[in-house]
């Protein structure tokens, strides 16, 4: 039976898993629960470690633990954490799979995390994973879905992009601040407010008038 203190994943695969994308899942998984707890202000230096892998399909179980701790002073397992990260984890892959419409704020490196967790089933057309705590969280997902998640993520991806450079003309600009020395333009700011209400710098022009740099 899994402990609260512990996350077993298995990945039940019909091919063989090539080594990488199997470290890579399991590096990605242990980074997400990093920066999970950085999230909600736990500054503990705490890491998931295998504690043991299991006979039959790929069962790894997963504690935390800090390297930083003397002996005489062990961890004690924060399950309230772990659940909330399987927890965190079930929120995410729900919302991708259409289980829930509820977005959880994720950034590009999150995004790429969830990607590379599952992409050991992504590739194996008859594998599912499992994650499970035995704080009643238990995630189910089969490669069809870890394809349709990883679809989902690089289209979130895509509209993460940086904006292209543009180059307006004829906008309104009003001056946000000046210095009265025609030699330089350090300090000479201005706001587009049909661009951005942030106040950007300004290039002066030889023959007058400005240019603006975001």
């Known amino acids: 039976m899994t402990n609260e203190t512990e996350l077993t994943v298995t990945i039940q695969n019909s091919q063989p898993v090539e080594l990488i994308d199997l470290t890579e899942s399991l590096l990605c998984l242990g980074n997400q ?38 002996p005489v002073l062990p961890v004690i397992p924060n399950a309230v954490a772990l659940i909330d990260f399987s927890k965190y984890i079930k929120k995410v892959f729900d919302y991708f799979t259409g289980r829930t419409k509820e977005k959880t704020a994720l950034d ?36 069809l879905e870890a394809n349709a ?19 307006y003309q004829k906008v309104f600009l009003r001056m946000y601040q000046a210095r009265n020395e025609p030699s330089t333009v350090v300090g000479d700011r201005a706001i587009i407010e049909s661009i951005t209400i942030k106040n950007c710098l300004c290039l002066r022009r030889n023959e007058g008038g400005y240019y603006s740099r975001h």
Do not use: W
């Not at 999970?36 to 790929?58: H, P, Q, T």
């Not at 050991?120 to 490669?143: C, E, L, R, W, Y």
């Open 33 to 70: 629960y990093k920066r999970f707890l950085l999230s909600i202000n736990d500054c503990r230096d705490l890491k998931l470690y295998i504690k043991e892998i299991k006979a039959g399909s790929i069962i790894a179980v997963l504690m935390e633990y800090s390297p930083y701790v003397l």
């Open 108 to 143: 590009k490196t999150d995004y790429n995390n969830f990607s590379k967790i599952i992409n050991p089933v992504a590739k194996d057309i008859a594998s599912q994973m499992i994650f499970q705590n035995a704080g009643d969280v238990h995630v189910h997902i089969n490669s």
């Open 149 to 167: 998640i990883q679809n989902a993520i690089a289209r979130e991806l895509q509209q993460l992009k940086e904006p292209e450079h543009k180059i």
